[in-house]
């Protein structure tokens, strides 16, 4: 008997390594779920977004592709926020939604994807509604194709209802490609030349350099030049170590500041990030006076866009390793200890969390504080809490690669769910690292859904939810942009332990930084997620 669509696509699924689906059923994904093979395993969410940030995290965290199913055009549109999220991620997403049956399409019944290629447009790579059943199974390697080669990103295809049963055209093939994109010999030699005659080059590194592993490249450069190191604006993974000497911190993500930071350099180059992410607009020069710019990227669309700079398309950490062979090292004296070469971190280390006055409310500064210190240093943190984002920085400097993640657009809902998907694949990976997702009280509701999924995979997640009862970073912007009196930026009323508690986890109240302290000691010892709400004092952060 010749196989049908669905058998020859998890046939397909299997080859290419593909056995967890993130979902959330739909009438039209039934037929496509039916019969679920038992060497495949489902991952349920309760919303479309919840799915695909999980999908997300997972395939960030085990470096494969994930697969998302989610609901026609309905479950599409539920999904966009974090579709768009995973394509700023670069994150590679098979994305697919069933369509109504195809002898009913032409009069659009209910439920029907109308124009099923456009909807997730410009978020997906690729997206494509097969034209016959027997290319089902040929257009999910296609995507799989497409997902992986650089830059990475999520896909969508979708799929009639009907398509499943029907026969297939003989075995699916299953190819396998490269993921990376080497550099140019004469442009890197260019590029290396310039910086290795610069009188004070700077590294400005992106989180591509994290995707692919690169923190060991990305030192051995920085090292070699004996340059300073910038985080590229707003990266949603770190680059390099935020405790090495070399490292300046964070360029700020608008035009003028950023270029009043580089001030002083001769030459600098931008690795594996765009140029520049900014946000709000504050005028002045994209660059100051005097300092050339270049760019490496594996991405074209950055590369066209980038209002200043030499560019070159190729892999990040390819181009770390090049370069590193290529430039001249450069000596210099260390100016607290007057040593040559001197790598040693001669700045304090920070000040430990003090406690609460009785009766007072905590800082953001202290809570984070608190919560570096009472967790395992191999702690992966996740990050939804725009507002405190500087005092977690301050308290909580990245050492190690793979432990910071958070939403490279901006777009609220990303990171609870993909807490899940990070802690499903430190599991699965045998790592078993905690995971601590600090997420504000106004973000937790856009995908509050995900709480569900982690109670029931009974993952050891803490969630931390500083309550501040506002919007605050809005009021940062209303403060920037001078817009008083804008309507909506707070939120009373809101009780995030109830609402964790219905969705099954452990969850508490907490004021002080013993009962902090307590908590993390039990939370990574149970075998599913908590939450702690933990009211802090309300601020108004400068956005730059």
Known sequence: MAKTIRQATFELLRQLGITTIFGNPGSTEETFLKDFPKDFRYIQTLQEASAVGAADGYAQATRKPALVNVHTSAGLCNAMSNILTASMNKTPLIITAGNQTREMLLMEPWLTNVEPAELPKPWVKWSYEPVRAEDVPAAFMRAYAMAMQPPTGPVFLSIPLDDWDKPAQGDPVARSLAGRVGPDPKRLAEFADLLSKAKNPALIYGAAIARGDGWKQAVALAEKLNAKVWAAPASERPPFPETHPLYAGGLPFAIGPLAKKLEGHDVAIVIGAPVFRYYPYVEGQYIPDGLRLLHISDDPAETGRAPVGDSMLCDAVLALEALETL?????????????????????????????????????????????????????????????????????????????????????????????????????????????????????????????????????????????????AILKSFAVLEETPGVPGLDLPGLDTVAIAKGYGCEAIRVETVDEVRKVCAEAFKRSGPTLIEVPIVPTIPPLL
């Open 327 to 471: 430039v001249q090292a450069r000596s210099a004296t260390c100016d607290v200890c007057r040593q040559p070469h001197c790598m040693a971190p001669h700045a304090a280390a920070p000040a430990a969390a003090p406690a609460a006055a009785s009766g007072t409310v905590m800082t953001a500064l202290e809570l984070f504080r608190t919560l570096r210190e009472c967790t395992p240093a191999e702690t992966v943190l996740v990050e939804e809490s725009p507002s405190n984002l500087g005092e977690l920085h301050t308290a909580w400097p990245v050492e190690r690669p793979d432990s910071f993640y958070t939403f490279a657009s901006g777009s609220l809902g990303w990171n609870l769910p993909a807490s899940v998907g990070i802690a499903l694949a430190e599991r699965d990976s045998g790592r078993n690292r905690p995971v601590v997702a600090i997420i504000g009280d106004g973000s937790m509701q856009y995908s509050v859904q995900g709480l569900w999924t982690a109670a029931q995979q009974g993952l050891p997640i803490l969630f931390v939810i500083p309550k501040n009862g506002e919007y």
